[in-house]
């Protein structure tokens, strides 16, 4: 019998050689955009984010994931930021909640099924398991250390921070690594497989300060969820130059890495060969605006330099006007025919 989803996702993140490749492409607004719904709907109903996916599911009878995540503002929305929400993109928050050490004393450390839009998504994975647990690897996701302090305080002000009040920007990322683990380990209870953790602001600071003071967190973060029973991807949109070693050190399973650094680059800059690569096509000009055989010469390339240890997807996410004929060449690459 053909192996399942699951299984063969399990096989490559142990360092095992499944039947083929795993396939783990980012669907989020192109999810929406397949079932006709505003964007704005997706994010903010876990109904129809299951919906989207699984339609995608039945659609790419390749596809070897199911996710849950949809935009960065879950858990600052949960501590109190106000949103705006938009039909077509994730939504924005235009003024950060925290403006230094007193409102971070006041700060309340928010339930993830307290009802919010965290619960929605443990929903979300609920239904999921509902519908897929045991054949299709259920991603849960939860924001970054770093990237969750961003949200709350803003990127500029926490980038001075680091330097005019260290001891405050280290306490905003201790609170923000247990929001993060509390996340992570509510949804695997609720049957998520694997964790995503999105930290896309580590790709802005030193590779010095990354080693130092965020990878040790986001290793935090991993330990809890692997003592949880999940596995652990970590996902760091950008230029993350001078940080693999660092990377690799946090236990993450999986590492997604972007199209702006090779996967070559990535092993050669400490990240093991055991340890899972995902990616790291440019998802407009090498997945969207690729032609069927360009995308299999890149597909092929990044498989030649991750090795074996590997799972395909693009850099990041999969733009929502990408050409089902790339896609279905995508998927083909992962089947191998």
Not at 14 to 43: C, K, Q
Not at 154 to 171: H, I, R, S, W, Y
Not at 212 to 222: C, F, K, L, M, Q
Not at 281 to 288: D, I, S
Request: charged share 20%.
């Amino acid at each position: 019998n053909p192996m399942n989803s699951l299984e063969r996702t399990r096989k490559r993140l142990l360092g095992e050689i499944p039947d083929r490749i795993p396939a783990h492409p980012l669907f989020m607004t192109y999810a929406a955009r397949r079932i006709g719904v505003p964007y704005s709907d997706y994010v903010r109903d876990y109904r129809v984010l299951v919906r989207g996916q699984l339609a995608l599911l039945e659609h790419f009878d390749t596809l070897d994931v199911v996710s849950c995540c949809s935009d960065a503002w879950r858990e600052a929305a949960d501590c109190g930021a106000e949103l705006a929400w938009h039909d077509h993109l994730p939504p924005t928050c235009s003024r950060p909640l925290l403006d230094g050490p007193e409102s971070l004393a006041r700060l309340r450390m928010p339930d993830p099924a307290g009802g919010g839009r965290m619960s929605d998504r443990l929903e979300a994975v609920h239904l999921f398991a509902s519908q897929v647990k045991g054949r299709v690897p259920i991603l849960g996701w939860v924001e970054g250390p770093l990237a969750e302090a961003v949200n709350l305080l803003g990127m500029d002000a926490f980038l001075v921070a680091t330097l005019e009040q260290p001891e405050f920007a280290a306490a905003l990322m201790d609170w923000t690594t247990e929001l993060a683990v509390r996340f992570a380990v509510a949804q695997v209870a609720a049957g998520a497989d694997i964790i995503g953790m999105g930290d896309a602001a580590a790709s802005l600071v030193s590779p010095e300060y990354y080693a130092a003071e965020v990878a040790p967190r986001e290793r935090t973060v991993i330990r809890a969820v692997h003592k949880a029973g999940a596995f652990a991807r970590l996902h760091i949109c950008g230029n993350v130059h001078g940080k693999f070693a660092a990377m690799d050190s946090t236990g993450a399973d999986l590492l997604d890495i972007d199209y702006p650094q090779t996967l070559a680059e990535a092993r050669q800059g400490g990240i093991r060969p055991a340890v899972c690569l995902c990616g790291n096509l440019h998802p407009v000009a090498q997945l969207r605006d690729a032609t069927p055989a360009g995308l299999l010469a890149d597909l092929a390339e990044a498989h030649r330099q991750a090795g074996e240890a590997f799972i395909l997807a693009p850099g990041c996410e999969v733009p929502p006007d990408t050409p089902e004929a790339n896609l279905r060449a995508f998927f083909a690459y992962a089947h191998g025919t």
